[in-house]
Each structure stands twice: as C-alpha cells, then as structure tokens.
C-alpha cells in the first residue's frame, strides 16, 4: 500500500485508528543501530513513527497523540514500559 492511499484512507478522518506508532526504547539497553532499524522499517511499511527515550517521556507524547500501537522496552530509566 503506498503512503498516498494510506493518506487517503486517513483523510479528514477522526477515527481512533492512525498511521502513527511510538518506539519507546533508552539507548541503554537496545543499541542505536537496533532503534533506527526498527524506526525504518516500520516508515517503509508506510508508519509514521515516533520515538521517545523512557516511559515519562512516552506518556506525555502519548497525551498529544493518538497511537496505532507502542512498542516498549521493558527496562528503563527512571520509567520502563
């Protein structure tokens, strides 16, 4: 499916469903390379992907914006998943 369908699909839109997913994951415990992979694949499959360090700041995107999905590293400082 391309971005241009996807967009259209989501057009003018308010339902709860969205493109849009959170990458929560602390430098800590999975390596840069591992994050930008993730983030990229997920942007090829036609995502818009966010990220965030910890938990804190997670939930204060998350406030902001409506998730299809988030995917969490379970250890973080000072707020894990």
Wanted: aromatic share 6%; glycine share 4%; net charge positive.
């Amino acid at each position: 499916m391309s971005k241009e369908t996807v967009r259209a699909v989501y057009a003018g839109s308010r339902a709860l469903i969205t493109n849009k997913l959170l990458l929560v994951a602390s430098l800590l415990t999975a390596p840069c390379s591992i994050v930008k992979l993730m983030k990229k694949r997920f942007e090829n499959d036609c995502f818009d992907v966010d990220t965030a360090k910890n938990g804190i700041e997670a939930l204060a995107k998350m406030q902001n914006t409506i998730y299809t999905m988030v995917f969490l590293d379970i250890h973080m400082e000072p707020m894990d998943g």
